[in-house]
């Protein structure tokens, strides 16, 4: 399928990083479209879900405009997704964050606090270690660093479901792929050209 | 590994980079959009622009400049300079920053700080910090500055990030008065002391004249990152001339 023609939808919700994602994929040459609409994210080819900011807050904002339910259809439906951040953090059951708060629950497991002793937010470039074979590392080395942000990181129940791991201050899932499901603890669209290479290699997936 | 971050800092006036020493005498060179695309095909790890001229005028300008910047420069990118209010920082991070500096208007009213990190969260807030040693005590102190370097405050500098830290503050950005735009290196004695004080990331400012010296501010100074101006912007050394050097130094630095 020809760029452009395919129809992405970047979701909406309030908060987020999604200009950021939006540049990245106008620069990849395709025109996505930017909506808060349950019925446009359900519509489209290829869905993102960015996220920056807090999990609770992400949780109340895709729940207020019904979007929480969308995902799951999404998911369900194996619709390709690609959560970023805390986009990524909210596919699991729960989060530490703000106490405990319930998330989407798509990928069984926790989130937590990252361990005590190290700067947080872990802020800064770090490499991502490749544990599952995956067309969307295609041209993506092996370790390559990745733009991170942030103080919570998931933890998976079924590990086959964790894509990348990295180090700080414990080893943590920094991926996951699960069917068409994509979802990074890092920001590829501030993570220079490997970044707009792994989002390139998913909708070269997402089209096949 | 983390790696350490070497950022390279664009001061801008309306609309176009300039590069001083001590906060004063300004050269001009260089069109902002095109120096980033520059800096980032160079491998620059994140990029900070500071609003030197901060007028208003000069500000509808920078919202363009980080538009414009956004869409060539897949790295964080970083903006600063006269920003006092919620607006002024959302109006920034709309137009594609990733993070915002307050500097003069954190220490008016730290509470910005508080309500810029429950709006946009903790990662988005940079305090950034003019430094300025003070004399004539056996202990090594330093003193707030604002207004870009040019008025003192009575502030202890390290009592003020502390605070700013609890409100909210989710980085340092720490300039060092004295040393910087003399390119005699980092005031590492500061950075050191803020490094360990604070548990978020700090990065060091002010001084960066060789490629020892960014070593030492991140060995000496226990910085997480490096942010230089000059040394860049004249082209006295390229930023895979820094990375190499450092990495041969056993720094942990994304190639």
Redesign the interface.
Known sequence: MRKGQKKIAVINYGAG?L??VV??L??LGYQPLVTDSVFEVLKADVVFLPG???AGDTMKGLEAIGMADAVKKLVAWRRPLFAICVGLQVLLSSTEEGGHYQCMDIIPGEVKKLPAGL?????????VKQVMSHPVFTDIPDNT?F?????YYAHPQDKSVVAGTT??GLEFCSMIIKDNLFATQFHP?????P??KMYSNFLKIASS | ?????IIPCLDVTAGRVVKGTSFTNLRDAGDPVEQAAFY?QE?A?ELVFLDIGATPEARDTMVEVVRRV???V???LCVGGGLRSISDMRRML???A?KVSINTAAVHKPELLKEGAAI?????MVLAVDAKRTRGKDEPGWEVCTHGGRKLTGIDALEWIKQAVEMGA??ILLTSWDADGHQAGYDNELNRTVSEMV???VIASGGAGTLEHLYQALAIGKA??VLAASIFHYREYSIKQVKQYLAGKGIPI??
Request: aromatic residues 10%.
């Open positions: 990083n200009g950021s540049n990245a106008t620069r920056v900011g807090a700067k947080i937010p872990h802020m800064g470039w770090n490499q660093n733009y991170f942000i942030h103080s180090e700080y669209e501030k993570s220079g050209e970044g707009l | 590994m983390l790696t350490k971050r980032y491998g790890d956004s869409k060539k897949f790295v964080p709309m137009a594609g990733d946009f969260g903790r990662q988005c989710g980085e548990n978020v990331p997480d990152a994304r190639n």
